[in-house]
Structure formats: structure tokens, C-alpha cells
């Protein structure tokens, strides 16, 4: 059985004021995320600010997340790390938890050769039950999961399961499934690119954009996965004006910055990221209220 299948919100964590984690928004926009039919949650991910939370922070809200949501719909945890040693930590943790899967991102800043990757994958593997799905996001990290790599930790590493592909080469996701087959779990990891990568044999999203339109994403996703592809192809070229204002600054800086728009009160980013530039903030603005979503600021 697949970890899931369909949008996952790569959810953001609010902050007090002060910067410390509020815990009763997480809450209210986990319940909201359940009732506009998000497939799972994906918590502590990059959109999560995962870089700039101390590790006992972290694994509080992924504990937090998983006895609210009490399996209800799957859990997702980020647990990598640029540390084999740490990534195998907040794994374990993160299982004992009761997680329904570990998304673990390529090591970043010091990076790996490809037999790194080999062995930092299976290292983690090794030390856990739980499935894992790589991220593959060379962007950010400088480091990319080449094909051949995926194909050889997927059929070599027992809890690998899936990758989540924000490399945005289609060509080389194209590969990853020609290789990898039905022993890997595609994921997209550009909300722009979920109908192509779903066409090409993925199972969804781990999405910015269902932060702020969770039920949107869920359908379009669903339309593939029921063959309907017509109807999702024009779902994802509908949403395209809105998912570039979503990214028009370092993420997570505008996602949260459209759900305080939307009166969710998410607080505010710890640096080094800050608020949005005020010509981006309207750009920003223009793009919710054009695909018809309510603002209150």
C-alpha cells in the first residue's frame, strides 16, 4: 500500500510573535487541513522551517502534529539532515512517534558524492521500520539524487520507499521511473509540475499550495488518479498564476505570508527569512483574489 496518494501539505509551522511555536494554530490549520480533504500532512519540511528550529523543537511539533491528527490521514515527518548521524536520530524519534513516513532531503552545504547518497540513504534505512521518501531538491541543497542512485537505493534499501522530485527535470524524473518502476513512489515536488509528473506514473504532491487551497490541490490530483487527465491538466494550467506568486520569494516567506492575507494569523518567519518586498506582496495578493480566495488583510 502506498504512503499516500494525492496532495500532502507541506505544511508551514505558525509562530508566536515572540518566534516560539504556537501550538493552537497548528491546530486550527491542521483541523483545516483535514476538513478540505488534504491527503496527508508534511510536517517539519522545508516549508515547516525546519533549518531554523532547534532539534528539540522540531521533534515537539512532529509529536504535537501526530497526536492531533491521530491517524486520520497519513503523517509525514522531516527528518534529514546533512548529518547521517543526526538524520538516523530524529528518525528513530520521529518513528517512535508513530510517523507514517520519514521524508528525508539530500545532505546539504557539505553534500555527497553519489556512493554517499548510496550510503547515507541505507545507513538511515537500516536503523528504522519506518518508510522513507528521499527529497531530491538540488536547488536548495546543492546535492541531486541522480537516477541510477534512486533506482539502486529503492531496490537495495528495504524501508526506502519514495522521492519526492523538486529537481524540476522531467526528463531525469522520466528516468527515475523508468528505472525504479512500480518499486518507488513518485511524488511531485513543484506544485507546477504535479499533472507531468503524475502522467509520467507519480501518486501526487507534497504541495506549497495546499496551505492555501487544500481542497483545489486535492482534486486536481484526484482527477488524475481517476483518469481524467483532460480535467486535470486544466486544474494545474488554472493554478499556475498563483503557484509563481507562492514562489516569487524564498519559500516559505510568501506562503506565509498569503495565509496571514487569509486571516490565519500564521506569525511571522525566523531568520534569515523575512517579510515579502511590497511590490511582491501585491503580486501576491493579486494572485489569491484572482483565483478566488477570500482575503481579510
Not at 492555501?212 to 488518479?225: E, G
Amino acid at each position: 500500500m502506498s504512503i499516500f496518494t494525492g496532495a500532502a501539505v507541506a505544511l508551514v509551522t505558525p509562530m508566536n510573535d515572540d518566534l516560539t511555536v504556537n501550538y493552537a494554530k497548528l491546530d486550527e490549520i491542521l483541523e483545516w487541513q483535514i476538513a478540505h480533504s488534504t491527503d496527508a500532512i508534511v510536517i517539519c519540511g522545508t516549508t515547516g522551517e525546519s533549518a531554523t528550529l532547534s532539534e528539540e523543537e522540531h521533534m515537539a511539533v512532529v509529536k504535537h502534529c501526530v497526536e492531533t491528527v491521530n491517524h486520520r490521514i497519513p503523517v509525514i515527518a522531516g527528518t534529514g539532515s546533512n548529518s547521517t548521524y543526526t538524520a538516523i536520530n530524529l528518525s528513530k524519534e520521529a518513528e517512535s512517534y508513530g510517523v507514517d513516513a520519514c521524508l528525508v532531503v539530500t545532505p546539504y552545504y557539505n553534500k555527497a558524492t553519489q556512493d554517499g547518497l548510496k550510503r547515507h540513504y541505507t545507513e538511515i534505512s537500516d536503523a528504522i521500520h519506518t518508510p522513507i521518501i528521499m527529497y531530491n531538491v538540488p536547488s536548495r541543497t546543492g546535492c541531486n539524487i541522480k537516477p541510477e542512485t534512486a533506482a539502486y537505493l529503492c531496490h537495495n534499501a528495504e524501508n526506502v520507499r519514495g522521492i519526492k522530485e523538486a529537481s524540476g527535470d522531467i526528463s531525469q524524473i522520466a528516468k527515475v521511473k523508468e528505472l525504479c518502476g512500480d518499486d518507488i513512489e513518485l511524488y511531485s515536488g513543484n506544485d507546477d509540475q504535479v499533472i507531468p509528473i503524475m502522467s509520467l506514473g507519480g501518486l501526487g504532491v507534497i504541495s506549497v499550495l495546499s496551505n492555501v487551497a487544500p481542497q483545489y490541490t486535492h482534486d486536481m490530483c484526484a482527477s488524475m488518479l481517476n483518469g481524467d487527465m483532460k480535467k486535470g491538466c486544466s486544474m494545474q494550467l488554472k493554478a499556475l498564476e498563483l503557484i509563481r506568486a507562492l514562489f516569487c520569494e524564498v519559500n516559505p516567506i510568501p506562503v506565509k505570508t498569503a495565509m496571514n492575507m487569509m486571516g490565519f494569523n500564521v506569525g511571522p518567519l525566523r531568520g534569515p527569512l523575512y517579510g515579502m518586498g511590497e511590490a511582491d506582496r501585491e503580486v501576491l495578493r493579486k494572485a489569491l483574489t484572482s483565483f478566488g480566495i477570500q482575503l481579510k488583510d
